[in-house]
């Protein structure tokens, strides 16, 4: 998206008293975006780059995420993840190209919505790395359009369509989410609004993949001494070697006080990871919302870095004791709300609560 404006219509805009800015993308339309009586890049911004298949969100000037969709991810995700001073706390890996990560989980990029098993289909573990006899048995999504952005001195807004997609095409469910974003100093808050609509009746089989998923880098983690492997749903098996621990400092902890790996598979309004990254303490917390299905969310988190909140795998997380297998009929909507709080320190339960709290009101 060009933000090249010449001068004197510079000027008249201004004094106008609005912004207006155009998508290249064809399916795009024109948006009247909120003006504000300060420096643009004061703003949070918001820049189109479509020919690069990334939208940047930017908090003062500085990169905070971007939402991307090249094909070969199989699906939108937001990457990198950028803490207010500036450190990168997603994995690299395959997006880039890094030393000293893992790389297992392929499918594991940035942050990214999706689930194990959507009408039979695997939409979780799917990759550029599946082999070709394999592939039938994987979904995709796929973006379509950007329909809105606003941009705010401190919150900011994009809304997108994807489609979930079989391997023959055929669309399962359109997707419409908005991502809101909010500065508030030296924490940043990412909302993310979800709203599934079923193009044909649609089964949520219970799956321990899913549903929002983050990835972190190497100092998010928690310490680990022993390789591991883990399979998906197809019986493929990705290996998780031993790496060197040092710098490791990761460290989960829930809205009822459990801690590190043992939050795996617990219900819970939210769960925070800490870290230190050379002198900066970091927050990564993901925020349930009382208003989505299976609240409060399981949680599938694993100490080599996959933080995941899962309200649909219920039979896996209650060892069959809670079975939901969530249905949509055809035509039927069902909308999910979570929040991403991103800090520059340490964030303890009153703070996170009081997230949880204002999220949830709204």
Known sequence: MSRLIQPNLFMAMIASGFFLISCKNENSKKYLNEAQDV????????????K????????KGKLFTS??????????????????QGTKITRRFPMEQSSGERVDHPHHVGVWFNYGDVNGLDFWNNSDSIATDKKEL???????????IVENKNTALLEVTMEWLSPEQK???????????????????LDRITKLTAKEDVLFKDNKEGLLGVRVRRELEHPSNKPTIF???????????VL???????????????????????????????????GEHISLAIVDHSENIGYPTYWHTRGYGLFA???????????????????????????????????????????LNKEFNEFSNK
């Open 171 to 189: 669309t399962l469910m359109v997707e419409n989410t908005t991502f809101i974003v909010e500065n508030k100093g030296d924490i940043y808050t």
């Open 309 to 351: 909140a899962n309200p649909l795998g219920q039979s896996v997380f209650s060892k069959g004791k809670n079975v939901l297998n969530f249905k949509l009929n055809k035509g039927e909507s069902k909308t999910f709300k979570h929040r991403i709080v991103v800090a520059s320190k340490l964030l303890d339960e009153v703070r």
């Open 67 to 84: 939402y991307r969709y090249p094909k070969n991810i199989k699906k939108p995700v937001l990457y990198p993840l950028v803490t207010p």
């Open 39 to 50: 420096p643009k890049q004061e703003n949070i911004q918001i820049i189109d780059n479509g």
């Open 244 to 278: 060197n621990n040092e710098k490791v400092k990761g460290k989960y902890v829930n809205s009822e006080g459990v801690e590190g790996e043992d939050t795996w598979g617990k219900r819970a309004r939210w769960v925070n990871l800490t870290s230190n990254i050379n």
């Open 52 to 59: 690069e298949q990334r939208v940047d969100i930017l908090i």
């Open 231 to 241: 399979t998906d749903v197809n019986g493929i098996p990705t290996g998780v070697p």
């Open 138 to 148: 994987y979904g995709t999504i796929v973006h379509k359009k950007i329909n809105k």
